[in-house]
């Protein structure tokens, strides 16, 4: 069975950082790619950055390109996301997602088999 379980969340003020993590248990780690996508309330989940099993490639949401990185550590089993110079508009519920056996980001939700619980960010203006 596949756990994600995501950290890192909280409140920060406009133009800060944050830092998510989603630690992941199974096999399936080295041979998925993962993403992160965001929900906010009355609004449907949206993507934000995945990344291929190797790392080697990685894509983005044009609303957080070049402010948000994705990557991973294959050995610790977790991948990240690196939020800088958030904006009150990125206030969502975070949720790591990982596409089980196949490498490639894609960008799409419904490519991605596992889900974690989601993490909370609130950024004040």
């Known amino acids: 069975q596949v756990q994600l379980i995501e950290a890192g969340g909280g409140l920060v003020q406009a133009g800060g950082s944050l830092r998510l993590s989603c630690a992941t248990s199974?096999?399936?780690?080295?041979?998925?790619?993962m993403g992160w996508f965001r929900q906010a309330p009355g609004k449907k989940r949206e993507f934000q950055a995945a990344?291929?099993?190797?790392?080697?490639?990685?894509d983005y949401a044009d609303s957080v390109e070049g402010r948000f990185t994705i990557s991973k550590d294959n050995a610790k089993n977790t991948v990240y996301l690196q939020m800088n110079s958030l904006k009150p508009e990125d206030t969502a519920k975070y949720y790591c997602?990982?596409?089980?056996?196949?490498?490639?980001?894609?960008?799409?939700?419904?490519?991605?088999?596992?889900w974690g619980q989601g993490t909370q960010v609130t950024v004040s203006s």
């Open positions: 990344i291929s099993s190797t790392g080697g490639l990685t």
């Open positions: 199974g096999r399936t780690f080295n041979t998925s790619a």
């Open positions: 997602a990982a596409r089980g056996r196949s490498r490639f980001p894609s960008q799409e939700a419904d490519a991605y088999v596992y």
